[in-house]
């Protein structure tokens, strides 16, 4: 890591008597891909907002390239990229257009040519924005939102309501962006997404964080206990343990070699995640 | 972190542009090519706002024919009255409701978001109501001319008066039209909120019926409003000194209407300033 990007400090924001966001601290390193992850409600996107100046906050402490956003110049603008939720504007322009259109608004931009064929556009870059299906639609937010040529980019829950494959394919510009040096700040609901493009997470529960580190290591998930199941007397036998490759010994002195069925399963992702939001403090005073 | 928009990372990107932030005056002319582009190309906005006052003008000028006072025929008092209403379909109505739905569809959002100066989007808004609006009047003046004789005035003095009473008139009716933006919970009811008010305005602005035809009372409100001196000043202009004694006032009150409509360009500026929202509702 060289430099800090994104630093936040007890970041406070309240609805009425509902603390959306209460008392959040984060870092994130120029250059890395971050990933916050939560579910509905949980302050994800009011955070990310504030993040990008959108939105103000009550209380706390946030610097976006050394800027704090309640400032935003147009200066800083340029240097931030933002990926909207959703969007249907410029409808009736084509997304060449709108790409160009917008890279008119920045002191120096990317080539539009080159970004729309980056996004995988290219063969529709005379179709008009009306005519583009959802996951194309994505694809030129995700254009404007570089077109800049951003050193950070925010996207909002960026792949809602795509196929596998599109997901797939906009993973890969995700990792390409990452490449050409981009911090990315990523919110999503999908944990699978999480683990393939983030280098560290943040799962963020009622307004707090509840756990924050790599996807591989992320609540105790290394070192969790494994699941040892096999298929014993017609049945399915399962233990959880800490020790499998000791079980797995066991059970192959015990079948005399081959175990049937033998299964080893460590907690997935989602199973760290469901733990943790399911576990996060103070859930019943709160209003809802 | 660097304040200099040249980054210190080595990119292996090809960049465009001077490297320093565009003026307004260049944002403001992106924004108003890309406004009238999209303008022209949504069918349904054109149709709404080109075709209501044409559509009108021919209707009326085909059943109400013949002549009043002083030789002012009834078609060139519509020509006058549609040119006023004219006017505020494409700056009132059409920004009122362009700007609630660009609000609801994520416009104004990704234009915050972006360095561009806030003032380009005003910029660009009104340049292209100014193109819509000589676009409206010419093809008035020409179906008035062509279909119902009008005469255009020859005097140079006339179509001064037209220059500042369209100026006024139009500035005044999009600062209301951005004002009045705000109003409409979502870009669906965005039609029906915008245009109620400007449909009662036309009936009682001396559009399609005399001004002189109303109850004392509906003069009054009229005379609140910037619409009825528009049409006032254009009827100024198209039925010249002999229509003067068709005015309640037996004077086109030229001095009045440029007083009415600076106020209400001042009032709209100051409600925009004040009421203005970036944000759609279901944004917080």
Known sequence: MNGTAVSVRGLTKRYGD?????????????????????????????????????????????????TDPRHPTRLWRSRVGIVLQTANDTAELTVRETVRHFAAMYPSSRDPDEVIAKVGLTEKARTRLRQLSGGQRRRVDVALGVIGDPELLFLDEPTTGFDPEARRRFWELIRGLSDDGTTIVLTTHYL??????????????????????????????????????????GGRRRIETRTPTATVLELTARFDGEVPELTVTRP???????????????SEQRPS | MSDTVASTRARAVDREGSGRLPSIAASGWGRAAVETKMFFREKDAVIFTFSFPIILLVIFGSIFQGELEGHVTVSQLYTAGLIGAGVMSASFQ????????????????????????????????????????VLEVAILLAVGVVMYDL???????????FAWVFVLGVTASSLLG???????????????VISMPFVVLQFISGVFIPFTALPEWLMRIAS???????????????????GASLELAKSYELGRVALVLSAWMVGGLVLCLTTFRWKGRRDG
């Open chain 1, 18 to 66: 509902v603390r959306a966001v209460d008392g959040i601290d984060l870092e994130i390193g120029t250059g890395e891909v971050f990933a916050i992850l939560g579910p509905n409600g949980a302050g994800k996107s009011t955070t990310v907002e504030i993040l990008e100046g959108y939105r103000e906050r009550d209380a706390g402490e946030v610097s976006v390239l050394g």
């Open chain 1, 192 to 233: 699978d997404e999480a683990e393939a493009l983030a280098d560290r997470v943040a799962v963020i529960a009622k307004g707090r964080i509840v756990a924050e580190g790599e996807p591989a290591t992320l609540g105790g998930r290394a070192s969790a206990k494994a699941a040892v199941s096999w298929l014993e007397d």
């Open chain 1, 268 to 282: 997935s992702l989602e199973d760290v995640y469901l733990d943790l939001i399911n576990a996060s403090p103070d």
């Open chain 2, 94 to 133: 059409n920004l009122g409701v362009g700007i609630a739905v660009d609000r609801d569809d994520g416009t104004l959002k990704r234009l915050a978001g972006t360095p561009m100066p806030r003032s380009a989007y005003f910029v660009g808004k009104i340049l292209s109501v100014l193109i819509l609006s």
């Open chain 2, 151 to 161: 005469n255009l005035p020859t005097a140079p003095g006339s179509w001064l008066t």
């Open chain 2, 178 to 192: 951005i004002a009045v933006s705000s109003l409409p919970r979502s870009a669906k009811s965005a039609t029906a």
């Open chain 2, 224 to 242: 609140f409003f910037p619409l009825k001196w528009m049409c006032q000043g254009f009827r100024s202009v198209f039925l010249g000194e002999a």
